[in-house]
């Protein structure tokens, strides 16, 4: 099942997401007729894992992390599907880099990972935009937009075996599979839970496959987990 959240005139619904229609408890809603899609939830941090595929850490020349590497976004990073990405004025150099998220769906610490599968509600994506050649990771990571999430939680999926994808302007950019991974995403989450309370809309992303790249204003990035999704966004002038 998918679920998704709409912003509508009356306020954001919840419901569960079927070919462009939201079927919340007050009846239906149709994606760009009722209102714009929100990001799927509202986390109190995004917990975002690097170096977590062996291609990638090649590719950039990072040595292999003997434990899970990790930074946070705030919840004001967040984009929702097909809102634009306002290129920052600080920065010369935007990347992109497509992410598989998972969703918490309960709170919960010190998990085992046996038990992660009971404390996720259902995984997304994250495009974990990056200027790369500001100083440190938060003024790199952390900034307004540079979270765009979506388009919706899918609750039926297994993330231990998904192909993805990420387009620029219809060219293929990155291919990967989510078993490439160092840490698997159980893996990830309990490591991470022994020291975060995690709360329900809180999320985990779990790294980016090789050939994250720079975007301009004016391209389109689409990035696909099979049995997920498609996240795209735009990016614009500010």
Known sequence: MRTARLLTEDGPVTGEYVDGVINADDGQYVVGRDGRLLPP?????????????????DQMD???????????????????HEQDILYPPFTDELTYAGEL???????CHDLDP?????????????????????????ARKAFDGSGPLGPW????????????YTDINDERRQSANTSEMLFGPHEVVAY????????????????????????APGDTIEITYEGVGTLRNSVVEP
Do not use: H, W
């Open 41 to 57: 939830c509202e986390p109190t941090a995004l917990y975002c894992v690097g170096r977590n595929y062996a291609a990638t850490n």
């Open 114 to 138: 046996a038990d992660v599968s009971d404390a996720v509600t259902g995984y997304t994506i994250l495009n974990d935009v990056d200027a790369l050649d500001q100083q440190g990771r938060t």
């Open 192 to 215: 991470l839970s022994e020291r975060f309370t995690f709360r329900p809309g809180d999320v985990i992303a779990f790294g980016s496959p090789a050939n994250p790249g720079t975007v």
């Open 101 to 107: 998220a998972a969703v918490i769906g309960e709170r």
């Open 62 to 80: 990072y040595d292999r992390p003997e434990e899970p590497d990790f930074f946070i976004k705030p919840p004001t990073a967040l984009l929702a």
């Open 153 to 164: 939680i899918e609750t039926d999926v297994d993330p231990t075996g998904i192909d993805m």
